[in-house]
T-cell receptor, first 111, second 114 residues
Framework: GQQVMQIPQYQHVQEGEDFTTYCNSSTTLSNIQWYKQRPGGHPVFLIQLVKSGEVKKQKRLTFQFGEAKKNSSLHITATQTTDVGTYFCAGPSYNFNKFYFGSGTKLNVKP | DTGVSQDPRHKITKRGQNVTFRCDPISEHNRLYWYRQTLGQGPEFLTYFQNEAQLEKSRLLSDRFSAERPKGSFSTLEIQRTEQGDSAMYLC????????????FGPGTRLTVL
């Protein structure tokens, strides 16, 4: 069945260092969503990418959707302690009735 | 607060008991999802409603699980004869419109089965 995988599982960085998480789907996706979950919190939507090769930026966050629409990445420049949390990617099924979430990348930022 | 709400926030039950959780989505949202999340994992899809119709149900979901969304407003998720493996966070999310849109998640119900 359809699967979405994420690496790495954990990332520990010093404040100010960059961070990247990668997402790979077993099937071509119509779009991909990214969510952030703070410790003890619930997932919060960050962005949705739709077009092949699309790149979107939100301040220090850069999101990319691969040309084949099977992979995506999230890059954070100059991490801050407020970036701590787990970042998930999610892709829809062919009929948009379900979403497949990756297992997430847990980011810890040391001040 | 106009976000997604879930009740209860925590539930401790003994193995074999039935439990029911409630989700109140954002009022104009026609799409409602239930997910299960265990420690260190991403949300795992359970079921999807569009208005009052249950259009998708995970094959991983045993027949002990049932969900309803009467009148297309709030939704309930019932687990019968709970097992220790059912211990998890149960998340509800809602969204608006056709195609894929951002999902707004509720705070979740944490279930502990003793």
């Amino acid at each position: 069945g359809q699967q979405v995988m994420q690496i790495p599982q954990y990332q520990h960085v010093q404040e100010g260092e960059d961070f990247t998480t990668y997402c790979n789907s077993s099937t071509t996706l119509s779009n991909i969503q990214w969510y952030k979950q703070r410790p003890g919190g619930h997932p919060v939507f960050l962005i949705q990418l739709v077009k092949s090769g699309e790149v979107k930026k939100q301040k220090r966050l850069t999101f990319q959707f691969g040309e084949a629409k099977k992979n995506s990445s999230l890059h954070i420049t100059a991490t801050q302690t407020t970036d701590v949390g787990t970042y998930f990617c999610a892709g829809p099924s062919y009929n948009f009735n379900k979403f497949y979430f990756g297992s997430g990348t847990k980011l810890n930022v040391k001040p | 607060d106009t976000g997604v709400s879930q009740d209860p926030r925590h539930k401790i039950t003994k193995r074999g008991q039935n439990v029911t959780f409630r989700c109140d989505p954002i009022s104009e949202h026609n799409r409602l999802y239930w997910y299960r999340q265990t420690l260190g994992q991403g949300p795992e899809f359970l079921t999807y409603f569009q208005n009052e119709a249950q259009l998708e149900k995970s094959r991983l979901l045993s027949d002990r699980f049932s969900a309803e969304r009467p009148k297309g407003s709030f939704s309930t998720l019932e687990i019968q004869r709970t097992e220790q493996g059912d211990s998890a966070m149960y998340l509800c999310a809602s969204s608006l419109g056709r195609g894929t849109r951002e999902q707004f998640f509720g705070p979740g119900t944490r279930l502990t089965v003793l």
